[in-house]
């Protein structure tokens, strides 16, 4: 209530000091959990009061949790936990309906405070005792389309808008819609939910007195103090009771407790670090990106960015410290490019760093100090589920030490692929049941040059292997699989094209496969295959089809679109005249799916 009522008031003047604020259009979610009985009457309680006292100025909607049938939510040990994953799974969801792509939480201080003991329960150090988050994405997310990182509809800027904007501001918003046509052309997803917290520095109690100032009531969850039910309502129910030290005890204090001041510090020393990666992210020269199969050649700078005002502070084993930091933060940001894992632990990518960093250790503003690590730099390795290669290229001149730390490095290019699947391990494997009314037709258009598909029931867009979103539309009468084009598939695919006189689908194939980067990498790529028989329809990111396919009518052929997962390039690598990124099916539509 207090998140909404604030928002209400700052629309209502904020004419004064920031024109056309007072067109923003609110909408409120109400998330029913469904784990009481009483919930749904206390959403709809919270419904009549917005109703009541904001008036008709802020949409409502309830959106109740399904739980799976014959589950007791509040019996379940991780309930907070699957609470919280329904919860921002129904909010993505709903936002991306109503096309809302920042959603505002109403955290407060109490709960980063709670949420840094509870991982100092659970034996988080250092970085992990930030707390929560001011700004994100929207978490749980990974594979709803519309909510993580995808779904991203044309931007425009209202032209009254525009008129108002200063000439520095209007270059930024153009920034902004040459950044959505690269993406919308070259085939990457864009768009998705950002959450924010603009309350996380205020008390509860600061809260309720704003409330009870503007005369408006508000409804108490009692699962909250349940110390029974979860790790948090316990910290809560100590919290409240003085029974932790005053340090630690922040949930009636107006000023922020040492605990939380600390928690602050480590949040903003994050914040830094991650800036600094962002910049030096920025001086990466993207030599080709092939979207067909994930693979990317990166040249990167010989020194990570420290552009901090407080880095020459620092000793010099500080100094090597936090570039160490930032370099593991850029490698993070180029792996994630490729890389098939939702998240990937700084913990794990120290072997990285150091194969591409390892000459930190001559930095001119550490100085020379011994390296952490003995041995030869590795050439090759995985990390983050991504398999990593330097190339050699040899150069007469070479920066060194003196270099300045956006210098890029002419004798190295990393190639990024995705890794190669490991046997023991199950194939990531998407279903596409068939559909229950095909339609009649479903017809490609030619569009300005672009092969664009209009669905007509809009099929479930499918994150597979959490690389590419891949919507289908299967007419036929049993299911299909999205797989990896395992040796076994390709052995099939060429057996079956070899009995075509021609071959002329065959010489394609093999043309194709070796345009796409290293020959491990074809095994990484998607196909779709007939789950009863096993044969192999369509390769969709390279546009291929079989002659299986192209043996079925029209009206029973399967159809699709497929798209790259988000991409974060670096302003000097997003030339497209360059030739530089090789986009989705760019060898043409050879008479299957459509790709968009």
């Not at 600061?206 to 110390?227: Q, R, Y």
Request: proline share 8%; net charge positive; glycine share 6%.
């Amino acid at each position: 209530m207090a998140l909404a009522t604030l928002c209400y008031q700052l629309r209502k003047l904020g004419d004064v000091h920031f024109p056309g604020l007072s067109d923003i259009r609110l909408q409120a979610f109400i998330v029913d959990h469904k784990a009481r009985p009483e919930s749904t009457r206390e959403a709809r309680q919270v419904v009549n009061f917005l109703d009541k006292y904001l008036g008709l100025n802020v949409n409502t909607e309830i959106l109740p949790l399904h739980w799976p049938p014959g589950v007791n939510p509040s019996g379940l040990p991780n309930f907070e936990t699957e609470a919280r994953r329904l919860r921002y799974q129904a909010l993505g969801k709903a936002c991306y309906k109503a096309n809302i792509p920042t959603l505002l939480l109403g955290h407060h201080r109490a709960d980063g405070d709670e949420t840094v003991l509870m991982r100092l329960v659970a034996g988080y150090r250092g970085e992990g005792l930030r707390g929560i988050s001011e700004k994100a994405d929207i978490p749980y997310c990974t594979g709803v389309y519309g909510a993580s990182q995808s779904g991203g509809r044309d931007y425009t800027v209202p032209r009254k808008e525009t008129q108002r904007v200063e000439a520095q501001e209007a270059k930024g918003q153009q920034r902004i819609l040459e950044q959505v046509k690269f993406y919308h052309e070259q085939g990457f997803e864009y768009g998705g939910v950002k959450i924010y917290r603009p309350l996380m520095d205020y008390s509860k109690p600061e809260l309720e007195a704003t409330l009870e100032e503007a005369g408006i009531p508000w409804v108490t969850d009692s699962t909250n103090h349940d110390p029974t039910l979860s790790i948090r309502n316990a910290i809560r129910y100590l919290t409240q009771r003085r029974l932790l030290p005053k340090a630690l005890d922040s949930g009636s204090q107006k000023e922020p407790s040492p605990l939380s001041m600390a928690s602050s510090n480590i949040r903003r020393k994050y914040q830094r670090r991650n800036e600094q990666a962002a910049l030096s992210h920025q001086a990466c020269d993207i030599i080709s990106f092939d979207a067909r199969s994930g693979h990317l050649q990166v040249r990167i700078p010989i020194f990570p960015a420290h552009r901090d005002p407080e880095f020459h502070l620092l000793t010099q084993h500080q100094q090597l410290t936090e570039m160490e930091h930032i370099a593991a933060r850029l490698v993070r940001l180029l792996l994630s490019s490729v890389s098939p894992c939702d998240t990937i632990s700084l913990q794990t990518l120290k072997t990285a760093t150091w194969a591409m960093f390892g000459n930190l250790q001559e930095s001119p503003q550490t100085g020379s100090r011994p390296k952490r690590v003995t041995g030869l730099r590795p050439w090759k390795f995985t990390a983050g589920g991504v398999l990593c290669e330097r190339i050699e290229m040899r150069s007469e001149e070479t920066p060194r030490s003196g270099a300045h730390p956006f210098s890029l490095d002419p004798d190295s290019i990393w190639c990024l692929s995705r890794e190669p699947y490991i046997k023991r391990l199950a194939e990531p494997v998407c279903i596409v049941p068939p559909a229950a009314t095909p339609p009649p037709s479903w017809r490609g258009e030619k569009k300005k040059g672009v092969s664009q598909t209009a669905f007509p029931e809009e099929p479930e867009w499918q994150l597979w292997d959490r690389r590419y979103w891949i919507q289908i539309l299967n007419p036929t009468d049993t299911p299909l699989q999205i797989c990896p084009l395992s040796r076994a598939r390709l052995d099939r695919i060429i057996n079956t094209e070899k009995k075509d006189p021609s071959r002329r689908l065959l010489l394609l194939l093999k043309k194709t496969l070796r345009s796409v980067g290293p020959p491990q990498v074809r095994y990484t790529l998607p196909a779709i295959t007939d789950e009863e028989t096993g044969n192999v329809l369509a390769l969709p990111t390279v546009g291929f089809v079989s002659q299986d396919l192209l043996r079925m009518r029209e009206e029973t052929r399967p159809k699709w679109r497929v798209r790259f997962k988000n991409v974060v390039f670096p302003e000097g690598g997003v030339r497209k005249e360059e030739k530089r990124v090789v986009k989705l099916d760019e060898g043409g539509n050879y008479g299957g799916g459509v790709c968009a």
